[in-house]
């Protein structure tokens, strides 16, 4: 960054993110392990599959407020944050899949990195305590840092900006230590590399995309630097195949430890689960001033459910709900059983407990976006081999004959994409880079280089699903490859910019959209261009974007304080801290932040939030 320094070396430097004490290293006894034993690799392995714990957990908040999805009516904490009416239940959970599931691992791996000169073991485990504070900073802004994984139990929180300075300057730690040759003592980093196979240039390319995303976080601050973040995407991330992926298996095996699906499907592949209207719409282009084409993912992530339409067996592209619009508030949507029209012609999906209110059985238009796991449904009757595409398993109706298959809703759902069991979580893919190096050049004026960057970003990202999808039976709906000629006829439809001067910035972000689905960047993003409201720059960037429509007036006081889309505080800008913080570490808790006890805290902004005029506003404080 221009004129900058990580100014924060010391903190992390000295390392109070240290982990035991000396005399634990004497008389260990290999036949009664303690915290020290597991070598380098299997402690990585663990670390690395519980990163997602955190980040893809906040993701998962977040993608509530940028309406990716929605549900039927349920009372469990996740779904108030659907109609912006949080409660501290909903927000416990990045906070306790950082700190207890992944964090205080780390400090272990270094201590027996550093013992064996497995350099490049340290380098990772720097990347992840980086890139998991910096998570704890998008989500709640003020977060314990300095003082977090060391014997302190009430740690004091550091602010946002010490921390974000602190994981920057973890990041050129851990390119450091991956600059090394190992010691011959080493274990491979390919023994516990579970996410780049030990591709050490890749976990290189890893760092400079993280930096680069980081430093676009800061876009409405003075300290804005668009050239230094070109000159890391220029090291990071250049094609699908250098991208950091973690990859899941279609399987919850009961000899393994713990399940090998990954976390969207373990958490939102039910029944109540549904993509939303403003999120479809950006796929079939038909928001305000859509161009009505039709995405060539859609059918890959938008489920469709089998119905019996007019006598005949089809399948039906799922409608999103409307957020926006009163259906919470006039019982629906819900949730479903099969139920046949009187007229004799039209399945229907109904209401569990078989709800007599005919507005609610035309609900059926809203497909869930259910997956199953395969390594369950072959313990079922016959011979089944996709995913998600056998609706008895709700109806209770087994053992049908060929006839009776015939006259019965067959597929329930064909699944979302990134929703699968096994579907692979792109947590820094080479898609986002271009859409990253897209905004910037944008930025810049440069917009010609823009366009090409916008462009490559599309094609990437529909061949990086392909990846996946080849691995599928080409034969089921839902799952083919997406063909070369749709990717090119859509690069060269009217939903795609196709000048200079034609290219907006709310084509480069609804895009961007689509290739983070369902990731945290996206709330990043919405929060950065202030989500639905107009931008002095750049116009309306998230066009049709509005609160819930079950978003009470006495809610919007309580936790947003005021009813102006241009206002800052008029959308959820974090999570409230979890209840352990403020119940067990008040004191810290209560002088992290002046709203900090207030429900409004929902909507004061995180540090790089605001632009730099704005922080006397809302950073005018010390935390001690």
């Known amino acids: 960054m221009k004129n900058l320094r990580y100014y924060l070396l010391a903190l992390l430097s000295v390392f109070t993110l240290g982990a035991c004490d000396d005399y634990l290293d004497i008389n260990n006894n290999p036949d009664s392990p303690d915290a020290t034993v597991p070598p380098c690799s299997l402690r ?45 239940a909903s927000s416990s959970y990045p906070n306790q899949g ?22 490049h073991y340290i380098g990772a485990g720097k990347v992840i305590l980086a890139w998991g504070f910096m998570t704890m900073v998008d989500v709640y802004g003020e977060v314990p840092f300095t003082e977090a994984l060391s014997s302190i139990t009430n740690p004091k929180f550091d602010s946002g900006k010490d921390v974000y300075y602190g994981c920057m300057n973890l990041l050129d730690e851990a390119l ?27 976990w290189i390319k890893l760092i400079h995309g993280l930096k680069a995303r980081w430093m676009l976080k800061l876009s409405k601050k003075d300290i804005f630097d668009p050239e230094g973040i070109l000159t890391e995407l220029e090291q990071a991330p250049q094609s699908n195949a250098e991208s950091t992926i973690m990859r899941y298996e279609n399987s919850n095996d009961p000899n393994t430890s713990g399940n090998l699906y990954g976390s969207l499907f373990g958490n939102f592949t039910n029944t109540s689960s549904r993509l939303t209207k403003w999120y479809i719409s950006l796929m079939d282009n038909t928001f305000t001033g859509g161009s009505g084409v039709e995405d060539p993912r859609i059918d890959l992530m938008v489920p469709s459910g089998e119905f019996c339409i007019d006598g005949k067996i089809q399948m039906r592209r799922a409608v999103g709900i409307d957020i926006a619009s009163d259906i919470y508030l ?85 699944g979302v994409f990134q929703m699968r069991a096994d579907a692979p979580s792109y947590y820094l893919a080479y898609p986002e880079m271009c859409f990253i190096k897209a905004e910037v050049l944008y930025r810049l004026g440069r917009k010609d280089e823009a366009l090409r960057a916008y462009k490559d970003g599309i094609r990437a990202h529909m061949e990086l699903m392909n990846e996946k999808l080849a ?53 990043n993003d919405m929060r950065r261009f202030n989500y639905g409201a107009t931008d002095p720059e750049f116009g309306v960037v998230y066009p049709d974007f509005k609160r819930p429509g079950n978003y009470d007036a006495e809610s919007a006081m309580n936790f947003l304080g005021n009813d102006d889309p241009q206002n800052l505080r008029y959308w959820p800008r974090r999570l409230e801290q979890p209840s352990y913080e403020s119940q067990y570490n008040t004191t810290h808790w209560l002088a992290s932040n002046p709203e900090a006890s207030e429900l409004t805290i929902v909507s004061y902004p995180v540090w790089w939030d605001c632009t730099t005029a704005e922080e006397g506003i809302y950073f005018n404080y010390t935390i001690e």
């Open 44 to 88: 990585l392995r663990g670390i690395l599959a519980n990163f997602g714990s955190c980040y893809e957990f906040g993701g998962f908040r977040g993608m509530f407020y940028t309406q990716n999805l929605a549900k039927t009516a349920g009372s469990a904490s996740s779904d108030y944050l659907i109609k912006w009416d949080p409660t501290n």
């Open 98 to 119: 950082w700190f207890v599931y992944c964090a205080n691992n780390i400090p272990y791996l270094i201590d027996k990195a550093e013992e064996t000169g497995a350099y």
């Open 176 to 202: 450091a230590e991956f600059e090394k040759t190992q010691e011959p003592t080493a274990e491979l980093l390919s023994a516990g590399d579970i996410w780049n196979d030990g591709n050490v240039q890749t």
């Open 330 to 414: 006039q019982g629906g949507p819900v949730t479903f059983d099969i139920y046949e029209h009187p007229d004799g012609k039209h399945n229907y999906w109904r209401a569990v407990g078989n709800t007599t209110d005919p507005n609610r059985w035309g609900d059926s238009i809203y497909v869930p976006i259910y997956s199953d796991c395969l390594s369950w449904i072959l313990g079922m009757e016959g011979d089944l081999t996709d995913d998600r595409y056998v609706a008895y398993h709700y109806n209770g109706m087994k053992g049908l004959t060929d006839q009776e298959k015939a006259q019965t809703i067959q597929v329930i759902s064909t």
């Open 471 to 523: 691995t599928y039976d080409q034969s089921i709906f839902g799952k083919q490859v997406i063909p070369e000629e749709a990717i090119s006829d859509f690069l060269n439809s009217a939903a795609v910019a196709q000048t200079a001067g034609e290219l907006k910035m709310s084509h480069i972000m609804q895009q961007k959209f689509l290739a983070c689905s369902f990731l945290l960047e996206n709330w």
